[in-house]
Nanobody, 122 residues
C-alpha cells in the first residue's frame, strides 16, 4: 500500500507559477505511474497530467498543455507539477495519484493523496 503526500499549493495571481510535489511512501516493489488530478468547487475531478515510472512518457490534459510540466524527482517515488501561466480557472484542489496499470495513460488509479489547494486570483 502507498501513502501519498502533496505539497506546494498556495495562492498566486493570474500569470504566476507554482510547483506542486508529491511523495509516495510505503512497501511496494512494483513500478507505478504517477498522475495529478484536480477538482474545483462544484465540479467533477478531472485529469491534469501523468508520467510513467521511467519519467520518459508524459500525458497532459488539453487545458494545461504548454503551461504545466510533470516530472519525476531523483527518487522514483517523487513527482512534481510545475504550473506556469496560471489562470483563475486553474483554481482547485490538486490530488496526486498512482496507478499500477500496464497501459499509459492508465484508466484507473489505485492510491490518492489528500490534496493541496491552489488558488489563482485575477
Amino acid at each position: 500500500q502507498l501513502q501519498l503526500v502533496e505539497s506546494g499549493g498556495g495562492q498566486v495571481q493570474a500569470g504566476g507559477s507554482l510547483r506542486l510535489s508529491c511523495i509516495a511512501s510505503g512497501r511496494t516493489f512494483r513500478q507505478y505511474i504517477m498522475g495529478w488530478f484536480r477538482q474545483a468547487p462544484g465540479k467533477e475531478r478531472e485529469f491534469v497530467a501523468a508520467i510513467a515510472w521511467s519519467g520518459i512518457n508524459t500525458h497532459y490534459a488539453d487545458s494545461v498543455t504548454g503551461r504545466f510540466v510533470i516530472s519525476k524527482g531523483n527518487a522514483g517515488s517523487t513527482v512534481h507539477l510545475q504550473m506556469n501561466s496560471l489562470k483563475p480557472e486553474d483554481t482547485a484542489v490538486y490530488y496526486c495519484a498512482t496507478s499500477y496499470g500496464s497501459q499509459f495513460p492508465p484508466g484507473q488509479y489505485d492510491y490518492w493523496g489528500q490534496g493541496t489547494q491552489v488558488t489563482v486570483s485575477s
